[in-house]
């Protein structure tokens, strides 16, 4: 088993940062693969960044850019820079493992961006 655990979220302006954040612990495996994912009010749930261990990266278009995904592979800890954000990113962002055939999921972390 892995948990997860998010901090960071909270209420920013249009424009402003925010860094969230996303420790692991359990049976967290050197290999894994960790993301953010987030689902905004009436909408499914869409990946925003992916970083695998050796630190390859993946954005969502829409994050591509402005946001920044990094992991302290010594904390096993996920980051994730949010630059620029937009009031349609209010969102609850979620921590995402995935461990060889298993998945594992954070409860998430509320974004909210103020216009």
């Known amino acids: 088993q892995v948990q997860l655990v998010e901090s960071g979220g909270g209420l920013v302006q249009a424009g402003g940062s925010l860094r969230l954040s996303c420790a692991a612990s359990?049976?967290?495996?050197?290999?894994?693969?960790l993301a953010w994912y987030r689902r905004a009010p009436g909408k499914q749930r869409e990946l925003v960044a992916r970083?695998?261990?050796?630190?390859?990266?993946i954005y969502a278009g829409s994050a591509r850019g402005r946001f920044t995904i990094s992991r302290d592979n010594a904390k096993n800890t996920v980051y994730l820079q949010m630059n620029s954000l937009k009031p349609e990113e209010t969102a609850v962002y979620y921590c995402?493992?995935?461990?060889?055939?298993?998945?594992?999921w954070g409860q998430g972390t509320q974004v909210t961006v103020s216009s």
């Open positions: 359990g049976s967290v495996f050197s290999d894994n693969v």
């Open positions: 970083i695998t261990r050796g630190g390859m990266t």
């Open positions: 995402n493992c995935l461990r060889g055939g298993d998945e594992y």
